[in-house]
C-alpha cells in the first residue's frame, strides 16, 4: 500500500475513533498551519454540517473544517488534492440550500463563516475607490450580504444586485447567480463582480477577474462550487439610495400583468429600480400576503380575489434620496400611467432602503415566532421562456397549483433580462431577450414535502411534453442526461473547467453533478 494511503486511512480511522468535542485531526499528518482544534467531529459539529434550509436531506460529513484563516482552507484542500485518495470537500455558507448542496459524504464540511471571527470581522470587509473601476468592496465570501449592506451604507455606498433575503453568504449566492427584482437594471450578483480569490480543486489560492485568469473567473460564477472555494469578492458598489417608493399593482388577467411587468422593465433611465410579482390564491395562507396592506384593503383585494381565485401581484420599487426635490408620487404614477392593473388597485407605501431590501428578515421572524421557519421547504425555481409564460400561467399555477387547493407559501413570477447576463459565466439560463423568474417556495408545514415535491416533478415532466424549456435554478435533482441537457452548449465548458480546476473532482459533491 503506497504511503500516503496509509496515511490517509490512518486520518480516517483516527477521526472514526474519536467522540466529543475537542476532537483533533492527527496532528502530524496534517500541515502545521492547521491547528488541531479547527477541524471537529462531534455530534453538535456534524448535525449542523448535515442539514440545511430545506430540511429535506441529511448528510454527514467525516468533519468539519471552523477556519480562521483562508490558509486553514488551502491547507486542508491541498491535503486532499495531494493524496493519492482525495477525500471531498464542500464550502457551506449559510446552509440555506434547499437539497444538501452544501453537505458531504465520506469528506469534510468547510464551515466559511467561522472567517468572520471576532478578530477578522473588521477587515473581512473593505471598501475601497478603484481608479478605474469606481467604489468596490472588497468582501470576505463567508460574509452575509446584510453585513455588507451595513458596512457601506456608513459610506453612503450599496452593492447594487440583491437577493430578495440577506442573510445568505457572498460566496453562497455567487455559486449560483444571485437574483432578485433588481436584476433586470443590473444583471444578477455575479454580473457584479470584478475580481475574486478562489482556492481551487488543485488547492492552489488563485486571484481572477475578466483580466486576470477570466476562464475560472467566469467558470466560479454561477459554477455551483465545482471549481474552487471563494474566499473573496470585489463587489461593485455605487451611491446607495436613503427612501424608496414602493408600489403593489393587483391584476386578474395574466396577459395584461405580465405585458406590464415586460414594459416596465423596458425603460431604462428613469424607470424602476426593482420588480418583482407573486400569485395570490383564494386559500393563500391568512397572513402570506395581507401584512403589508392596510385592513380595508386587504378587504377589498379579498373581495376581489372571491370573484376571479387567483390575483398577480406586481411590485414595483423606485429609489430616491431624501436630497430629491421632486414629487415622488407624480414621478412614479407618470411610470404607471396606461397600465392595466384593476382600477384603483394600486397600493404605495415609503420605506427606507434598508427596510426594503431587508423586507424578508421581517417575515421571518414572524414565521420563526409562529414555529413555521423550521420546516421542510420543496421549493422549485425555474427560468421560463417568455414565449411560453402564458401556456406556463395556464397548466401550471391554475390547472395545477390552484386546483390542488392546498395553503403554499409565496409563488413568484416576474420577468428579467437577458442582456445583464455574461454568457461566459457558469450560470444558466433559457434562450430568449426575457424571461421569467418563477419561484415556488412552498413551505411544508405539515412536515409533508413529499407531496410539494411530487407536484414539483408533475410540473417539470409537464413542461418537458409541451415543451416548455424551463432552466432550474438552485436545484440539485438531476441525473447526469439532465444535467447535460440543463447546461446544454456550456456543457462541454464546463466538464472541461472542471478537469482544469478541480480534476479529482473534490469540491462541492452535493450539488450531485459529477459523483
Ligand atoms: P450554501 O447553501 O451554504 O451553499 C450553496 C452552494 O455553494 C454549495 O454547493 C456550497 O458548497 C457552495 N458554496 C458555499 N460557499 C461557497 C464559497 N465560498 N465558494 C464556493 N462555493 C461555495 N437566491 C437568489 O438568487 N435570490 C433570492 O432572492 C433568494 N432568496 C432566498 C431566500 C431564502 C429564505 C433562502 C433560504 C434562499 C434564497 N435564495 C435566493 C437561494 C440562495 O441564494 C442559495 O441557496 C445560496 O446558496 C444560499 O447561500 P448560502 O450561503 O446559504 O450557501
Redesign the pocket.
Same mark, same amino acid.
Request: aromatic share 10%.
Given at each position: 500500500m503506497p504511503s500516503s494511503m496509509i496515511i490517509f486511512l490512518t486520518i480516517l480511522s483516527h477521526l472514526i475513533s474519536i467522540n466529543g468535542r475537542n476532537v483533533t485531526w492527527n496532528a502530524s499528518l496534517l500541515p502545521p498551519e492547521i491547528p488541531d482544534n479547527k477541524l471537529r467531529r462531534d455530534a453538535e459539529a456534524i448535525e449542523l454540517a448535515s442539514r440545511?434550509?430545506g430540511k429535506i436531506v441529511n448528510i454527514k460529513p467525516d468533519a468539519v473544517l471552523y477556519p480562521s484563516s483562508v490558509d486553514d482552507i488551502l491547507n486542508l484542500v491541498s491535503l486532499s488534492y495531494n493524496s493519492t485518495t482525495p477525500f471531498r470537500v464542500? /464550502?457551506? /455558507?449559510?446552509?440555506? !440550500?434547499i437539497r444538501g448542496?452544501?453537505m458531504v459524504k465520506d469528506g469534510v464540511v468547510v464551515e466559511?463563516t467561522s472567517l468572520n471571527g471576532v478578530k477578522n470581522k473588521n477587515n473581512r470587509i473593505i471598501i475601497l475607490k478603484d481608479p478605474e473601476l469606481g467604489f468596490c468592496a472588497d468582501v470576505g465570501?463567508e460574509q452575509l450580504w446584510i453585513d455588507v449592506l451595513n458596512a457601506t451604507l456608513q459610506q453612503g455606498l450599496s452593492p447594487v444586485s440583491w437577493?430578495?433575503?440577506l442573510y445568505?453568504?457572498v460566496?453562497?449566492?455567487l455559486?449560483?447567480?444571485?437574483? !432578485?427584482g433588481q436584476t433586470f437594471r443590473h444583471g444578477p450578483q455575479i454580473s457584479n463582480v470584478y475580481e475574486l480569490d478562489v482556492i481551487t480543486g488543485k488547492g492552489e489560492l488563485v486571484t481572477c477577474s475578466n483580466k486576470n485568469n477570466p476562464e475560472l473567473f467566469y467558470a466560479v460564477l454561477g459554477g455551483? /462550487?465545482q471549481f474552487?472555494?471563494?474566499t473573496r469578492a470585489r463587489i461593485r458598489l455605487d451611491n446607495a439610495p436613503s427612501k424608496v417608493k414602493w408600489v403593489k399593482l393587483i391584476y386578474y388577467d395574466f396577459s395584461a400583468y405580465s405585458r406590464d411587468q415586460e414594459k416596465l422593465i423596458s425603460i431604462n433611465d428613469d424607470g424602476l429600480n426593482y420588480l418583482e410579482g407573486s400569485l395570490i390564491m383564494d386559500y393563500s395562507l391568512p397572513d402570506s400576503w395581507k401584512s403589508w396592506f392596510s385592513p380595508d384593503d386587504v378587504a377589498r383585494i379579498s373581495s376581489l380575489l372571491t370573484n376571479h381565485k387567483i390575483l398577480y401581484c406586481m411590485e414595483a420599487v423606485k429609489y430616491y434620496n431624501y436630497t430629491n426635490t421632486i414629487n415622488e408620487d407624480e414621478d412614479v404614477d407618470k411610470l404607471f400611467e396606461g397600465l392595466s392593473y384593476v382600477p384603483g388597485f394600486i397600493f404605495k407605501k415609503d420605506a427606507t432602503y434598508m427596510d426594503f431590501l431587508n423586507r424578508?428578515r421581517v417575515e421571518e421572524l414572524l414565521l420563526q415566532s409562529l414555529g413555521l421557519w423550521d420546516v421542510p421547504h420543496p421549493w422549485l425555481n425555474m427560468f421560463v421562456p417568455k414565449s411560453r409564460i402564458m401556456d406556463f400561467n395556464q397548466r401550471v399555477f391554475v390547472d395545477i397549483i390552484h386546483k390542488q387547493n392546498r395553503s403554499t407559501g409565496p409563488l413568484l413570477a416576474y420577468p428579467t433580462k437577458r442582456n445583464t447576463w455574461d454568457d461566459r459565466m457558469s450560470a444558466v439560463i433559457p434562450d430568449g431577450e426575457i424571461f421569467y423568474v418563477v419561484g415556488l417556495l412552498h413551505s411544508a408545514e405539515d412536515g409533508d414535502w413529499e407531496t410539494w415535491d411530487n407536484q414539483n416533478k408533475q410540473i417539470l415532466d409537464l413542461c418537458k411534453k409541451i415543451g416548455i424549456e424551463v432552466k432550474e435554478y438552485?436545484s440539485n435533482q438531476k441525473t447526469k442526461e439532465e444535467w447535460i441537457l440543463h447546461f446544454g452548449s456550456k456543457w462541454e465548458t464546463f466538464v472541461q473547467r472542471k478537469t482544469q480546476f478541480d480534476p479529482k473532482m473534490i469540491l462541492?459533491p /452535493?450539488?450531485n453533478i459529477f459523483n
Amino acid at each position: 500500500m503506497p504511503s500516503s494511503m496509509i496515511i490517509f486511512l490512518t486520518i480516517l480511522s483516527h477521526l472514526i475513533s474519536i467522540n466529543g468535542r475537542n476532537v483533533t485531526w492527527n496532528a502530524s499528518l496534517l500541515p502545521p498551519e492547521i491547528p488541531d482544534n479547527k477541524l471537529r467531529r462531534d455530534a453538535e459539529a456534524i448535525e449542523l454540517a448535515s442539514r440545511d434550509f430545506g430540511k429535506i436531506v441529511n448528510i454527514k460529513p467525516d468533519a468539519v473544517l471552523y477556519p480562521s484563516s483562508v490558509d486553514d482552507i488551502l491547507n486542508l484542500v491541498s491535503l486532499s488534492y495531494n493524496s493519492t485518495t482525495p477525500f471531498r470537500v464542500a /464550502g457551506k /455558507g449559510r446552509g440555506h !440550500s434547499i437539497r444538501g448542496q452544501a453537505m458531504v459524504k465520506d469528506g469534510v464540511v468547510v464551515e466559511m463563516t467561522s472567517l468572520n471571527g471576532v478578530k477578522n470581522k473588521n477587515n473581512r470587509i473593505i471598501i475601497l475607490k478603484d481608479p478605474e473601476l469606481g467604489f468596490c468592496a472588497d468582501v470576505g465570501a463567508e460574509q452575509l450580504w446584510i453585513d455588507v449592506l451595513n458596512a457601506t451604507l456608513q459610506q453612503g455606498l450599496s452593492p447594487v444586485s440583491w437577493t430578495d433575503y440577506l442573510y445568505l453568504t457572498v460566496g453562497g449566492t455567487l455559486s449560483n447567480a444571485g437574483i !432578485s427584482g433588481q436584476t433586470f437594471r443590473h444583471g444578477p450578483q455575479i454580473s457584479n463582480v470584478y475580481e475574486l480569490d478562489v482556492i481551487t480543486g488543485k488547492g492552489e489560492l488563485v486571484t481572477c477577474s475578466n483580466k486576470n485568469n477570466p476562464e475560472l473567473f467566469y467558470a466560479v460564477l454561477g459554477g455551483l /462550487g465545482q471549481f474552487g472555494i471563494i474566499t473573496r469578492a470585489r463587489i461593485r458598489l455605487d451611491n446607495a439610495p436613503s427612501k424608496v417608493k414602493w408600489v403593489k399593482l393587483i391584476y386578474y388577467d395574466f396577459s395584461a400583468y405580465s405585458r406590464d411587468q415586460e414594459k416596465l422593465i423596458s425603460i431604462n433611465d428613469d424607470g424602476l429600480n426593482y420588480l418583482e410579482g407573486s400569485l395570490i390564491m383564494d386559500y393563500s395562507l391568512p397572513d402570506s400576503w395581507k401584512s403589508w396592506f392596510s385592513p380595508d384593503d386587504v378587504a377589498r383585494i379579498s373581495s376581489l380575489l372571491t370573484n376571479h381565485k387567483i390575483l398577480y401581484c406586481m411590485e414595483a420599487v423606485k429609489y430616491y434620496n431624501y436630497t430629491n426635490t421632486i414629487n415622488e408620487d407624480e414621478d412614479v404614477d407618470k411610470l404607471f400611467e396606461g397600465l392595466s392593473y384593476v382600477p384603483g388597485f394600486i397600493f404605495k407605501k415609503d420605506a427606507t432602503y434598508m427596510d426594503f431590501l431587508n423586507r424578508v428578515r421581517v417575515e421571518e421572524l414572524l414565521l420563526q415566532s409562529l414555529g413555521l421557519w423550521d420546516v421542510p421547504h420543496p421549493w422549485l425555481n425555474m427560468f421560463v421562456p417568455k414565449s411560453r409564460i402564458m401556456d406556463f400561467n395556464q397548466r401550471v399555477f391554475v390547472d395545477i397549483i390552484h386546483k390542488q387547493n392546498r395553503s403554499t407559501g409565496p409563488l413568484l413570477a416576474y420577468p428579467t433580462k437577458r442582456n445583464t447576463w455574461d454568457d461566459r459565466m457558469s450560470a444558466v439560463i433559457p434562450d430568449g431577450e426575457i424571461f421569467y423568474v418563477v419561484g415556488l417556495l412552498h413551505s411544508a408545514e405539515d412536515g409533508d414535502w413529499e407531496t410539494w415535491d411530487n407536484q414539483n416533478k408533475q410540473i417539470l415532466d409537464l413542461c418537458k411534453k409541451i415543451g416548455i424549456e424551463v432552466k432550474e435554478y438552485l436545484s440539485n435533482q438531476k441525473t447526469k442526461e439532465e444535467w447535460i441537457l440543463h447546461f446544454g452548449s456550456k456543457w462541454e465548458t464546463f466538464v472541461q473547467r472542471k478537469t482544469q480546476f478541480d480534476p479529482k473532482m473534490i469540491l462541492s459533491p /452535493g450539488q450531485n453533478i459529477f459523483n
